[in-house]
């Protein structure tokens, strides 16, 4: 049974950070695309970073609005992904969750690409 559970939200000021963490189990973590999402009230989900698996390369990618601020990695040793958050802006505020595909990810930013979903953590930046 594939589970993902997120820890390391909370609230901080804005410039402030935060290191977002994410554990799987149930399913080889070495071998499925990962990628972090968010959420704000009213908003549509976010594709924020992604780790996209293929033909055993490892390729990452990100959103425009959090480029050079996030940073997303991964330790296959304790099945966790990471997302540092660094200079944090009151727009970052939402819901964050991480999300594994089991299948072929074309558009890795993309919800459709994934199966499992985590339950989200919050985050809640103060101007």
């Known amino acids: 049974q594939v589970q993902l559970v997120e820890s390391g939200g909370g609230s901080v000021q804005a410039g402030g950070s935060l290191r977002l963490s994410c554990a799987a189990s149930g399913y080889t973590f070495s071998s499925h695309s990962m990628a972090w999402f968010r959420q704000a009230p009213g908003k549509e989900r976010e594709g924020v970073a992604s780790?996209?698996?293929?033909?055993?390369?490892?390729?990452?990618d990100y959103a425009d609005s959090v480029k050079g601020r996030f940073i997303v990695s991964q330790d296959n040793a304790k099945n966790t992904v990471y997302l540092q958050m660094n200079s944090l802006k009151p727009e970052d505020t939402a819901m964050y969750y991480c999300?594994?595909?089991?299948?072929?990810?074309?558009?890795?930013?993309?919800?459709?690409?994934?199966?499992?979903w985590g339950q989200g953590t919050q985050v809640t930046v103060s101007s």
């Open positions: 780790i996209l698996r293929r033909g055993g390369d490892t390729y990452l």
């Open positions: 999300a594994a595909s089991m299948g072929y990810v074309v558009r890795p930013l993309s919800s459709a690409a994934y199966n499992y």
